[in-house]
């Protein structure tokens, strides 16, 4: 049957027609939606992808609420650079001795926390206090008595990969967290099967997650069930972590808000600054 001009264009555009529609849905198929994993990706591999991912990142900003062992409730925001290191953290907390937000910085080895109007009181109207960070007592805290010392030098990117040392990891489903869309994975990590699963790291990662490690060990905690929620760049969006430490329950959740942004922390004037060790030797000598 011999098919007329009309009727031949008609059936190569719907050729046409149909080979687009299979080639873009194959384009579309192919593409990893915000909050999917590859098909193939385990949430043991997704996990682990995420923390390498994410412990690679140079900066970012945070937000941390929930209850902690010392402290009570708290709730802080901050900023950190990696490499050379810096932080802010702007921090309320339900035991401080004070009322009202206060603030920590962390200069190279220097941390600064600013007492705030109370504290200037009785520092000769000094706001802010000096801490050498790389002076600690023997159980390894900077034992300065002051609130939130304990997180001022952790990298809440280091603490992301716990999940990995989970032994029931699954995948909870697709959630939307701030309006990122994330899958959202859960599992048990008892920390003395942890630490021995970081022996295959490289020794760079294993220091940096041991430290981490060893800052709960301090507190009492030996297991923690957490929740990571990843992104649609293979990131950690949000991470939860709970457990019972030597006095009384860990329930933290840091949220990223953003990554690879220029941060610069300087350390605050010296004229509103009082040294720690200064201030000790002089009581000493006194």
Known sequence: MKLSASTLARHRATGAALAALVLGGGAVGCTKGAGEESPALTPAAAVAKAAKKTEGITSFRYRMTGEVPFEGRIGAEAVMRVKPLVMSMKMTAGKQAFSGPFEIRLVGKEMYA????????????????????SVQGADGRLNT???????????PATESAFLIGSKDLEKVGNQTVDGVRTTHYKGTVPFDAYRKSLKSQDKATREKREKALNQYARMGVDEIT?????????????????GTADKGPLDMTITFLDYNKPVTVTAPPAKDTVDLA???????QG
């Not at 600013?114 to 960070?133: I, N, P, S, T």
């Not at 008595?145 to 990298?155: E, I, L, P, S, V």
């Not at 990571?228 to 972590?241: E, V």
């Not at 200064?278 to 000493?284: I, N, R, S």
Request: zero cysteines; proline letters at 0%.
């Open 278 to 284: 200064e201030m000790m030797k002089d009581a000493q």
């Open 226 to 242: 957490m929740d990571m929620w990843i992104d649609g760049d293979d990131r950690t969006k949000r991470f939860r972590m709970r």
């Open 145 to 155: 008595g002051r609130t939130g010392d304990w997180q001022a030098d952790k990298n």
């Open 114 to 133: 600013d007492g705030g109007a109370q504290v200037a009181k009785g520092m000769d109207g000094k706001h802010w206090m000096k801490f050498d960070m």
